[in-house]
């Protein structure tokens, strides 16, 4: 069996607000069949930054969070900046919610995950800084109250195992960083 992409015939932006992007489209099936009433939100990519202090402490921002009306850890990130790359946009949201400032080229990827591939385009990339430093200021957007955390690597992997870190973008990352440097995220 060939699996093959939908054929997208037409869309259209239905978007209720700047806040929610989203479009109606009328796509064709591999099989023939046609949905006129398929929708998406092309909300666009986001980007996060897994930065570990020289003691290896992984910095955290607690912040609320209106869809799941609660308080949450998770590393630091926003969507992707206008037509800023991802690593600048890193940066930027970085040292926006933290205070921490660095070089592009001190950002290791570690890739990109699709939360919900079924009804987003959204893709959030990751990177990891090591000895993080907090040399700058916060400058939140308005919309934001950001507490700024930190923990031991070692603990940070544990509140994802034990769910005090569940946010999935922030999950992965952290599981991805100690699966490549597991001698960061090992008690001692």
């Given at each position: 069996m060939n699996t093959k992409e939908w054929k997208l015939l037409s869309k259209e932006d239905i978007s209720p607000s700047k806040w929610f992007p989203l479009e109606r489209h009328h796509v064709q099936l591999p099989n023939g069949l046609v949905l006129d009433d398929y929708y998406l939100s092309p909300l666009g990519d986001v980007v996060m930054v897994l930065a570990l202090t020289a003691d290896q402490e992984v910095v955290l921002v607690k912040q609320y969070k209106h869809g799941l009306g609660q308080l949450l850890l998770e590393l630091p990130g926003g969507m992707r900046q206008g037509q800023q790359t991802l690593?600048?946009?890193?940066?930027?949201?970085?040292?926006?919610?933290?205070?921490?400032?660095?070089?592009?080229?001190?950002?290791?990827?570690?890739?990109?995950?699709?939360?919900?591939?079924?009804?987003?385009?959204?893709v959030t990339y990751g990177y990891l800084l090591f000895d993080a430093k907090f040399n700058s200021v916060q400058r939140l957007d308005t919309t934001e109250d950001i507490e700024v955390v930190t923990y031991p690597a070692p603990r940070a992997l544990e509140m994802v195992l034990n769910g005090e870190i569940w946010v999935t973008d922030s999950v992965n990352f952290i599981l991805k960083a100690a699966l490549r440097y597991p001698e960061i995220f090992q008690r001692n």
């Open positions: 690593v600048r946009s890193a940066l930027n949201e970085l040292e926006e919610e933290t205070g921490i400032r660095a070089a592009e080229t001190d950002l290791v990827p570690l890739g990109k995950l699709a939360n919900n591939p079924t009804k987003t385009n959204q």
